[in-house]
């Protein structure tokens, strides 16, 4: 009979392993070989990406919001001129002496004795302007101004405030005024290159020259409204 525990010399036989025992090495041997690798592999850290928020922002969007401009009105002063010996200047507006910016405006005049009109006009941004220059006028009749056909039409303007006109009837033709003392002018409306100021020395000076029987003056206020 084979015997497979054989000695050789004084050498130990060697034990028959056991399946079980075998099992169990191998497991030892692979728990073994796991904590080597586990040991020689590297460490993974995990880093948390940080994540970009947009966050919306409201944008103002900027509103017009419509403004009403006022316009300034320049201070002037409005003399009240009247003068008359031998005959009478009247003068009204139409349809009335207040009136609202963009609203039409005629002057009406009439003087008791034939002469010749000139009207100037002062408004409420001080400006002086001669409407009628020596417009031969009969006497009791009741002129128009503008005229009809003239192609001139009064529009009211602001600033709103107090203007005035003048109506001067002389028996000769009023000459006082020269080239340079006119801006511009057409249809025979003269802007004049004088504040009011001035304007009043200058007729002042005039009515010394003339004899005050052939002088008449009267004065008309308007009031400009804006709504």
């Known amino acids: 009979m084979h015997n497979s ?13 056991r399946k079980g025992a075998a ?62 010996l031998k005959f009478v200047t009247e003068a009204w507006a139409v349809p009335d002496q207040e009136m609202n910016v963009g609203e039409t405006l005629s002057l009406q ?4 004795s034939a002469s010749y009109m000139t009207v100037f006009y002062v408004s409420t941004s001080c400006k002086v302007h001669r409407l009628l220059h020596n417009e031969p006028v009969p006497a009791g009749q009741i002129i128009d101004f503008p005229g009809r056909g003239s ?45 009011p100021n001035q304007f009043y020395e200058r007729l002042e000076q005039a009515q010394g020259r003339i004899n005050p029987d052939e002088w008449s003056i009267t004065t008309l206020k308007t009031s400009v409204l804006q709504h």
């Open 5 to 17: 525990f054989l000695k050789h010399g004084n050498e130990p036989a060697p034990r028959p392993i």
């Open 109 to 112: 005049m009439r003087v008791s």
């Open 151 to 195: 192609g001139i039409q009064m529009v009211v303007k602001p600033p709103a405030g107090e203007e005035a006109f003048y109506f001067v009837a002389t028996r000769q033709k009023l000459i006082f005024l020269s080239n340079t003392d006119i801006l511009r002018e057409a249809n025979g409306i003269a802007r004049l290159d004088m504040i």
């Open 23 to 84: 099992k169990f090495g191998g497991l030892l041997g692979a728990v073994g070989l796991f904590a080597v690798l586990s040991a020689c592999s590297p460490e993974v850290v995990y880093v948390e990406k940080p994540v970009e928020v947009i966050v919306e922002v409201p944008v103002e969007v900027p509103v017009e919001v419509p403004v009403e401009v006022l316009v300034e009105r320049p201070e002037c002063e409005l003399r009240d001129l009247s003068a008359s």
